[in-house]
């Protein structure tokens, strides 16, 4: 019964969010929020929405139809990458960083993702390394995840050389828009990636690297994941429209979408002062 009740307070929920943001957004930005937020909610594609898109803006329909098949596509979420991908540069592990300690030191489950990622490391010792996550530690303004990641991952034998960091993001989807800036200033080569995070945060993470670079017409692709089992931790399907809501420009609504579903395991709310 408590069950009923709290989904019929969810599709409630939505239905409020689809008319608040399709009257405050333009046209084209509302078609797109109201087909993933009722995607979301119902788990069916607002066909009607990609019409009118198209009608709109045809390139954009384009991209947004292909999100959407991502979107619906099964995620195998593997505890460690295949033997099959690029033995070269062109491959790029990207590790997710997870919420700071307030003292600015990390959490085991931050630690956790960093020993999938240095055997990930091992594995394919030619593969370029991001490392991608801001700072979240309450009483340590300087400390920031990726930082820590990077300096536990030297620490225990990975090469500086091969690291990026990526300092600036507070949420996954800052995770891949940054990201993606970093691999295309400094390594252009890299064509495949492979997500490392906490198994219940892998689905969000290939969705949105490669929602991003569908966006930013990447030739980019996410081709494989490792990950560390997480005792507890999820990530609704609201959650997720919210963050392909970040990726396509409003920050805003995205924010207060994460404020009503946010409900991955230990992590802060965000301060969407800190948001660019």
């Not at 797109?32 to 594609?45: P, Q």
């Not at 064509?191 to 930013?216: C, K, W």
């Amino acid at each position: 019964m408590k069950r009923t009740v709290s989904w019929i307070l969810v599709l409630m929920l939505a239905c409020v969010c689809l008319t608040a943001f399709a009257e405050d957004a333009a046209p084209a930005q509302a078609l797109i929020e109201r087909m993933v937020v009722g995607y979301a909610a119902y788990g069916t594609r607002d066909g009607q929405a990609l019409i009118e898109l198209a009608a709109a803006d045809p390139a954009l329909a384009e991209q947004w139809s292909r999100i959407m098949d991502l979107w619906e596509a099964p995620v195998t979420v593997n505890a460690e990458l295949p033997d099959s991908l690029p033995e070269d540069d062109t491959l790029c592990l990207i590790g997710l960083g997870f919420q700071l300690n307030p003292d600015g030191t990390m959490r085991d489950e931050l630690t956790e993702r960093l020993r999938v990622l240095r055997a990930a490391s091992e594995q394919y010792p030619n593969a370029v390394i991001v490392c991608t996550g801001g700072g979240t530690a309450a009483d340590n303004p300087t400390a920031t995840e990726a930082g820590k990641m990077a300096e536990w991952l030297a620490e225990n034998g990975v090469d500086p050389a091969r690291i990026i960091v990526e300092d600036r993001s507070l949420t996954t989807a800052q995770n891949a828009i940054y990201t993606f800036d970093l691999l295309e200033q400094q390594h252009p080569q890299v064509r495949q990636i492979a997500i490392i995070s906490s198994d219940y945060h892998i689905a969000t993470g290939t969705l949105l690297f490669g929602a991003e670079a569908i966006l930013r017409k990447s030739p980019v692709t996410v081709v494989s994941n490792a990950s560390w089992h997480a005792p507890s931790g999820t990530l609704s399907a609201m959650f997720q429209a919210g963050a392909l809501i970040e990726l396509s420009g409003d920050v805003e609504t995205a924010f207060e979408i994460y404020y009503e579903t946010y409900d991955i395991h230990e992590l802060p709310s965000l301060e969407k002062s800190n948001t660019p």
